[in-house]
């Protein structure tokens, strides 16, 4: 979905979120996470450099502080991609930020989808479906929801969003 608007907005950009979770095959540190130690990522926010951090299915994620402030200097709008209790901290930490709840279909196919990407163990999809129980239950926090039933069609619902959320700071 991400990608979808990129290809659209040039002015859309996503932060790099850090993480303490094992990097997978492939991944590179940088491009899909900020790999950090434990003690690392617990001096960075000792150091208050993270504008939300949370621990998810057993590991430390959050985004930098400097990962947001470098791309809104240069005139870009970000795209965080967080779960819950991180976009409470970020509407706490930025009123005016835009949020929007991706809705799976149903929960069984949320079910389907994680072990159907094969890169977790049982025991994380577990955590993680827990998760997704407290987040469904509080899509109403959320300025949108867009269901995830269909990715051209929520990539467009997404699309006249970011349009009609940013379309006075593009003016």
């Known amino acids: 979905l991400i990608e979808g608007l990129l290809r659209r907005f040039s002015f859309l950009t996503v932060a790099v979120s850090a993480t303490t979770r094992p990097q997978r095959p492939g991944e590179v540190d ?4 900020h790999f950090m130690t434990p003690d690392g990522f617990e001096a960075a926010v000792a150091e ?3 504008l939300e951090h949370v621990i998810y299915a057993g590991h430390h994620y959050g985004t930098l502080r400097s990962e947001v402030d470098r791309h809104l200097a240069l005139g870009r709008s970000v795209v965080l991609e967080i779960e819950l209790r991180g976009a409470r901290a970020v509407r706490e930490a930025l009123p005016d930020a835009v949020s929007v709840f991706i809705e799976p279909p149903s929960f069984e196919e949320l079910v389907r989808r994680l072990k159907g990407r094969n890169t977790e163990a049982a025991a994380d999809i577990d955590r993680r479906l827990e998760e997704s129980r407290v987040e469904l239950a509080a899509m109403a926090e959320f300025d949108h929801r867009v ?6 069609r929520a990539v467009e619902e997404l699309a006249a969003i970011v349009d009609a959320e940013t379309r006075t700071e593009r003016a």
Do not use: A, I, T
């Open 30 to 33: 940088g491009r899909e996470y």
């Open 48 to 50: 208050n450099r993270f």
């Open 147 to 152: 269901l995830n039933d269909d990715v051209e």
